[in-house]
């Protein structure tokens, strides 16, 4: 019985260790759950922040793929305008070469003048047929040369061989507005000279040659300048009195197609006097005839040009009228030689400069005719034209006694020279007149 009960207890025991255990070991899987439990609450709640910080994420994610994207077409809209301006630059630097082509980097040798032989000359009308031909002799003398010129008649491709010399300047003006400018000598010669370009706007004309005429003398007087009007063998209008010497008065007819020019002229030189009179104006006159040469308008409807591109086109050669009034033809270097000659004179009265050989103009078309190799023209006669001078040769004592001046270029010489030139004005792919000149009618 006792051993009995002793095992009893033994047995309640280890029961009661056993039961100990379980329920410390229950304790302490409750407690556990309850870490894993808080563990999974705060894992949870930090799901829960991270799932509302989602969209968040995604906007900044979103938004910083937009800025690059706002970047990348920025970077693409300033890659377009690199290249934009790239191609600009290089259409630009294309300009810029033809331009280049067109201004010789190597100028004309000029002369080197001292400071006391080196002039400042004013030429009017400088980038016309005359008025070019002068600039590239004074020029080349090593003075310092203004042109003046409104391109009424001129062209810049007349002077453009000296654009950018130091010697050089291009004043785009009208002379019929005043003009402020420093100058030693002016040679005055702005004017349009051949009937179709003065009749086109008579009024201008007139006003270039009598405003425009005292702008320049008002200029002289205020520097001090020596001035050379270029008057016209017009002044002696349809001459009475054969050939025409300085003296003879002249017959215009005031109020003719021509008058605008003819009386324009004619006041210019009665403004040049009073000037020299009254305000002790250092003038000279040259009355000027037919001149002819490189750089003449191809289409000025005067009888050279007309006759030199009908002949190169194999067109009728006109003669208006009875092809018997008479025309001298005075080659422009020659021209320039005595307008020189005039200004470094001490004579002040008008003087006549033009070739004393006379051809009538029918001797002249064939002249031109036979002159241009393998011209199969006709030559016809045109209607008369109103007041054209029937008689025109210099009378050139006073030129060859006072300036020691007289023509050398033979006709000949000269017209090959003016036909190569009219030869290469065709042939230009820009050349567009050749047919408008065909309207002009004159026989100047
Ligand atoms: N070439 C001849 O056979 C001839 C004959 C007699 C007189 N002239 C005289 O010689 C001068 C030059 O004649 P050209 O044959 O060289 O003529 P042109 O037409 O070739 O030259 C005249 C120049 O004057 C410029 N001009 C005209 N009006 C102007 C104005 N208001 N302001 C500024 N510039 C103006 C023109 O643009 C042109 O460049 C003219 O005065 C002309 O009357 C020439």
């Not at 030429?123 to 047929?129: D, H, L, N």
């Not at 086109?200 to 005292?214: A, D, H």
Request: proline share 5%; with cysteine.
């Amino acid at each position: 019985m006792i051993r009995q009960s002793l095992k009893l207890r033994k047995t309640l025991t280890v029961l009661g260790i056993v039961s100990l255990f379980l329920l410390l070991f229950l304790i302490l899987t409750r407690r556990n759950s309850g870490v894993h439990q808080r563990i999974e609450e705060e894992d949870i709640q930090k799901l829960d922040r991270d799932f509302n910080d989602l969209p968040k994420k995604d906007k900044l994610i979103n938004m910083d793929m937009e800025d690059k994207m706002q970047q990348n077409s920025d970077n693409d809209g300033t890659k377009r305008e690199l290249q934009e301006a790239k191609s600009r630059i290089d259409q630009l630097e294309k300009k810029i070469a033809i331009l280049e082509g067109r201004v010789p980097q190597k100028y004309p040798e000029v002369k080197f003048l001292g400071y006391k032989e080196r002039k400042r000359i004013l030429v009017t009308g400088g980038a016309g047929f005359v008025g070019s031909h002068l600039v590239d002799v004074l020029m080349t003398q090593g003075h310092e040369v203004i042109v003046v010129d409104n391109f009424f008649t001129g062209r810049k491709r007349n002077v453009e061989h000296w654009f950018g010399h130091r010697n050089f300047e291009m004043i785009h003006h009208d002379i019929v507005n005043p003009l402020y400018v420093e100058a030693d000598e002016i040679y005055h010669l702005a004017s349009p000279a051949s009937p179709p370009h003065y009749m086109q706007n008579p009024v201008k004309t007139i006003k270039t040659n009598t405003l425009g005429t005292i702008n320049m003398l008002g200029l002289a007087r205020r520097v001090g300048a020596k001035i050379l009007i270029a008057s016209t063998s017009e002044v002696y209008g349809d001459p009475m009195v054969h050939p025409q010497p300085e003296s003879y008065w002249g017959h215009v007819n005031p109020i003719g197609p021509r008058a605008c020019y003819d009386e324009g002229k004619r006041v210019a030189e009665t403004l040049a006097y009073s000037y020299a009179k009254q305000e002790k104006v250092a003038v000279r006159v040259a009355r000027i005839f037919n001149t002819y040469g490189p750089r003449m308008h191809v289409s000025d409807g005067r009888v050279v040009s007309n006759f030199i591109m009908q002949a190169l086109q194999n067109l009728t050669i006109t003669v208006y009228g009875n092809g018997k009034q008479t025309r001298s033809f005075c080659y422009v270097s020659d021209l320039v030689d005595g307008l020189l000659a005039l200004m470094a004179a001490n004579y002040t009265l008008p003087v006549n400069l033009g070739n004393p050989v006379e051809n009538t103009i029918q001797e002249f078309a064939m002249i031109i005719k036979n002159q241009v190799p393998g011209c199969r023209s006709m030559v016809a006669k045109g209607a008369p034209v109103e007041d054209d001078p029937q008689r025109r040769r210099p009378d050139i004592t006073v030129a060859k006694e006072h300036l020691h001046w007289e023509p050398k270029v033979s006709l000949q010489e000269g017209l090959q020279r003016t036909i190569d030139y009219f030869k290469e004005e065709l042939s230009r792919t820009t050349f567009q007149n050749n047919q408008t000149y065909m309207n002009m009618k004159s026989q100047h």
